[in-house]
């Protein structure tokens, strides 16, 4: 007759683990360089994303989707090129305009993306922003001021805003081809982005 040893002690599994980990596999070479590599309009967007007491965050990822400079919201394949034979990520080709990128922050919550301006009345790039902390992500708009005339008039989004809320949307031109947004989660009513809500 065999005896039995007792109960057996086990130790709990955890509810969840540790994460997000938005830093691993989501980021891929080339992922904030959108304008095709020597194209003469290429702008860069740049900034940083803060939390509410105005300290960075340096784990987010940032999605930046828009239309092209014809106008088109097509975009173009080739954003997420793999080897066909190892399967490994190569990134794009330099060549084609996808109208996608995906941007890392760094330890300093620094953020940098190369693309072509919209073509629109009011030139914008959607933003979907991931950071640890969110169970879901943020989407907002950059709007792209010096690009077109009449920025505010011609959005319904941007002309339903007070102005101190529509500047959390507004990118600050510091040169040609050169503009700051930076990404505030919380703050006082003229400091935190401006984040939209779908349905």
Do not use: C, K, N
């Not at 939390?51 to 989707?65: C, H, K, Q």
Request: charged share 20%; aromatic share 8%; net charge negative.
């Amino acid at each position: 007759m065999t005896t039995s040893p007792g109960p057996v002690r086990l130790d709990a599994t955890p509810a969840q683990t540790i994460g997000p980990f938005y830093g691993y596999a989501l980021p891929f070479a080339g992922g904030g360089e959108v304008a095709p590599t020597g194209d003469p309009r290429t702008v860069t967007v740049h900034g940083r994303v803060l939390d509410g007491a105005g300290e960075p965050i340096p784990d987010a990822l940032l999605e930046f989707w828009q239309a092209g400079p014809d106008g088109s919201r097509a975009g173009a394949p080739g954003s997420l090129r793999r080897d066909p034979v190892t399967g490994a990520v190569l990134g794009r080709d330099g060549v084609d305009f996808t109208g996608f990128g995906r941007v890392p922050t760094d330890a300093d919550g620094r953020y940098v993306l190369r693309t072509l301006p919209p073509a629109d009345d009011a030139p914008y790039l959607a933003v979907v922003l991931f950071a640890r902390g969110l169970l879901h992500q943020l989407q907002t708009r950059v709007y792209l001021p010096g690009t077109a005339s009449g920025v505010v008039a011609d959005d319904a989004l941007l002309s339903s805003l007070p102005a101190e809320r529509r500047a959390t949307l507004l990118a600050v031109e510091e040169r040609a081809g050169r503009y700051r947004f930076d990404l505030r989660l919380q703050g006082g009513a003229d400091e935190e982005t401006v984040f939209l809500e779908f349905r």
